[in-house]
């Protein structure tokens, strides 16, 4: 059974930093394509840095460019989110999702596994 488990959300203020981690387990992820995406109250999910190619690759949405960096450790089969600098709009419920292919699509729909979600809360 594929799991995408997340963990390292939590609460810090403005100008912070956190390192999200994406455990996966029955899936080896080579060149997929992974995510993070993020998701506010009253808000669509949306995406914010994507990889593929084992992480040659890394694409990210420009409210979180130079702040963000996607990485990801195939030894441990793990995807990271390293976050710095974070805003208040950073608030979100925070998502891994992987992709059976190896093409990436900021579309919440191109993406086939997800994890539950751990939570991102920036007081300013």
């Known amino acids: 059974q594929v799991q995408l488990v997340e963990s390292g959300g939590g609460s810090v203020q403005a100008g912070g930093s956190l390192r999200l981690s994406c455990s996966v387990s029955?899936?080896?992820?080579?060149?997929?394509?992974m995510a993070w995406f993020r998701q506010a109250p009253g808000k669509e999910r949306e995406g914010v840095a994507m990889l593929n190619n084992g992480g040659v690759f890394t694409y990210y949405a420009d409210s979180v460019k130079g702040r963000f960096t996607i990485s990801q450790d195939h030894a441990k089969n793990t995807l990271y989110l390293q976050m710095n600098s974070l805003k208040p709009e950073d608030t979100a419920m925070y998502y891994c999702?992987?992709?059976?292919?190896?093409?990436?699509?900021?579309?919440?729909?191109?993406?086939?596994?997800w994890g539950q979600g751990t939570q991102v809360t920036v007081s300013s």
């Open positions: 999702a992987a992709a059976r292919r190896g093409l990436c699509a900021w579309l919440a729909s191109w993406f086939d596994i």
């Open positions: 029955g899936y080896t992820v080579n060149s997929q394509c």
